[in-house]
Each structure stands twice: as C-alpha cells, then as structure tokens.
C-alpha cells in the first residue's frame, strides 16, 4: 500500500502570507495527487486534483505543484477564510489520505 | 447545483448492520461513478468503496472488503452502502461523493455512524 506523509501537522500563518504544505508518497504516483479543504464542521472540499488543475470556483491563490513523490499545496496571499484542515490524497493506486494540516491564522 | 444528501446513519450495536443512502441530484447522476468516503471522530480520512456508472464494477479496500457493499439505482439518482458485521473501529461520518475521473469532486454532509454496545 502507498503512504502519504503530510507536512507540517499545524501551522500558524498571518493574512497575507505564503503558505506551504507539503506531502510526500511512498512510491511513484505520478501525477495523481489532489488536495483538499476541510472548515471545521463542514466536508471536505477539492481544491487540486491531479497535481495542479484548479477545481471548479476554487480562487487562484491555491496552486499545486509536484510530480512523483513529492507535492506541495500553496496558497499564495493567505486569507481569514483559508482557515481550515488541508489533505492530501493519492489515487494513483487505490486511494490513501494524508494525515492532514491544521491551519490557523496567528 | 450538484447535491447529495446522505441519510440513514445512527447508533448500532457491534456485529449488526446498516444500510446508508445518498441522494442525488443537480447533475445526471448515470454518467458519474460514484464513492463513499469516511471519517471517524477527530481522525483522517479513509476512502470506503466505490463504483462504476452501470454498478457493474465495485472496489473496497481490505478493511470493508466482504462486509460492506456499494449499490446504485440510476433510475432514483441513489447511491447506497450496505454495512454488515460492523465493529466499533467503523464509527465515523461517512460521506458520499461523486467522482471526476478518479478524484472526489463533490461531497455531500455526511451522515454519522457509531457502533457501540
């Protein structure tokens, strides 16, 4: 089975501010990496899907990055809103979750 | 506006079974393949099954294979999850979500399983 192994954990942010989480996989998944946006209470949300395509309505400050094993979500001019659990996720064999980054703003 | 709205979750003692709906509308649900994913409290995610437009084809990981099953009705636009023989380490909120190409693209609210004596 493939492990995803998401990074940092929690991380404190300011508005306006460059942010970066990143997951690496255990195998080669090629591109088949998406990111996800989970606010407190609510289901989750795709933001990335394979790599770097931007879901429908999703704003510009997210982008994705990465081929193989390492993959990086940025969301390039924080807002209040951003606020939330971000996951990774892998379907290039299966489908395995990253352990998530709990983002807040500092 | 693609919906789904899952119902159907509850308590449930160890050992007994359960069967989950979806309902969905907003698109022409025949056309997509369609999932379940879950979350149990306070934990990450864990994708549970999915299946093809017909239902002809269905997947699970090895931690439900043989207990749960995922069915379909495209004539009601309804997506379903049959769990059987459940145990406490299945309590979670378990979502239904309709793919694009293999990514889970739309979620619905979840609806809450626990299994507790």
């Known amino acids: 089975d493939i492990q995803m192994t998401q990074s940092p954990s929690f991380l404190s942010a300011s508005v306006g501010d460059r942010v970066t989480i990143n997951c690496k996989a255990s195998?080669?998944?090629?591109?088949?990496l998406d990111w996800y946006q989970q606010k407190l209470g609510e289901a989750p949300k795709l933001l990335i899907y394979n790599t770097n395509s931007l879901h429908t309505g999703i704003p510009s400050r997210f982008s994705g990055s990465g081929s193989g094993t390492d993959f990086t979500l940025t969301i390039s001019s924080l807002q209040p809103e951003d606020v939330a659990t971000y996951f990774c996720l892998q379907h290039n064999s299966g489908y395995t979750f990253g352990a998530g980054t709990k983002l807040e703003l500092k | 506006e693609v919906q789904l709205v899952e119902s159907g979750g509850g308590l449930v003692q160890p050992g007994r079974s359960l069967k989950l709906s979806c309902a969905a509308s907003?698109?022409?649900?025949?056309?997509?393949?369609m999932a379940w994913v879950r979350q149990a409290p306070k934990k990450g995610l864990e994708w549970v099954a999915t299946?093809?437009?017909?239902?002809?084809?269905?997947y699970y990981p090895d931690s439900v294979k043989g207990r749960f099953t995922i069915s379909r009705d495209n004539a009601k636009s309804s997506l379903y999850l049959q769990m059987n023989s459940l145990k406490s380490e299945d309590t979670a909120t378990y979502y239904c979500?309709?793919?694009?190409?293999?990514?889970?693209?739309?979620w619905g609210q979840g609806t809450l399983v626990t299994v507790s004596s």
């Open positions: 979500a309709r793919l694009r190409w293999s990514s889970f693209a739309w």
């Open positions: 907003g698109f022409t649900f025949s056309n997509y393949y």
């Open positions: 195998q080669n998944i090629n591109k088949y």
């Open positions: 299946i093809s437009t017909s239902g002809s084809r269905t």
